[in-house]
């Protein structure tokens, strides 16, 4: 991809007045992560074992949805007793192992320090836990860059809802139409949609499904010159 001449990534960003990122996916590859601690679930419960592009295409609606595909695919969802055992044997793994193969895109991180030097507000709204998204922000030294972390919470909806997203641009103080989120899903784009939030869609990421007829929102695959 070509790079944008001097100047021109200050004009793009003298456009918005905050961006925030999705997280899995967008600016961390943490599939692998993801796929150990389901696969210890469905171990843990006498099933198979499941491989990294089956896990991909399970990832974007939240854990409790990531365990259920993975329950879907190894044998039935079984009865909610059934689910939730299974959801806590994946939380156990995965709270243990949040970083041990998660790692940033290449190029994520000069980008976030160039975002950060200008002084506009950055941040993340995920459908990860709220309690796991921040460690993961802490240990990937991603923190420091964001203005919030939000994650998923109890007493609000998951994306494609638009009320988490809502949520993290009221806490920088920023309405819709003045920022830009990016996403590596259909689950964000709909959410971005909902919001009435400008999207951009990051190609390197969990694009597991299709976009909906129609969608053609700016795209970039090289977080090195990601063109906001």
């Known amino acids: 991809m070509v790079r944008p001449a001097p100047g021109v990534y200050q004009l793009h960003m ?7 990122f999705d997280l899995d996916g967008t600016l961390v590859h943490s ?3 993801l796929q150990g601690a389901l696969n210890a679930a469905l171990v843990a419960l006498d099933r198979r074992p499941l491989d990294l592009d089956t ?6 609606n939240g854990v409790e949805k990531l365990v259920m595909r993975g329950l879907e695919a190894t044998g039935g969802t079984g009865t909610p007793a059934d689910q939730a055992h299974a959801l806590a044997l994946f939380h156990s793994h995965y709270d243990a192992h949040l970083t ?15 975002l950060s030097g200008t002084g506009l507000p950055l941040g993340i709204c995920t459908n990860k836990p709220d309690g796991p998204a921040r460690r993961i922000c802490a240990e990937l030294d991603l923190a420091r860059y964001m203005r919030v972390v939000r994650g998923a919470r109890p007493d609000t909806p998951k994306k494609p809802d638009p009320a988490a997203l809502l949520a993290a641009l009221a806490d920088v103080g920023v ?7 990016v996403g590596d899903s259909s689950v964000d784009y709909l959410t971005a949609e909902a919001a009435g939030v400008p999207f951009r869609l990051f190609t390197g990421g969990y694009l597991n499904r299709p976009l909906p007829a129609g969608a053609n929102p ?8 990601p063109g906001f």
Do not use: K
């Open 14 to 20: 003298s456009q918005q007045q905050a961006i925030l």
């Open 31 to 33: 599939a692998p992560d």
């Open 55 to 60: 896990v991909v295409t399970f990832i974007g």
């Open 100 to 114: 041990t193969a998660t790692r940033l895109y290449p190029g994520v991180r000069a980008c976030l320090e160039r």
């Open 175 to 181: 309405t819709p139409g003045n920022a830009i989120f």
């Open 218 to 225: 700016p795209r970039f695959d090289d977080w090195h010159a």
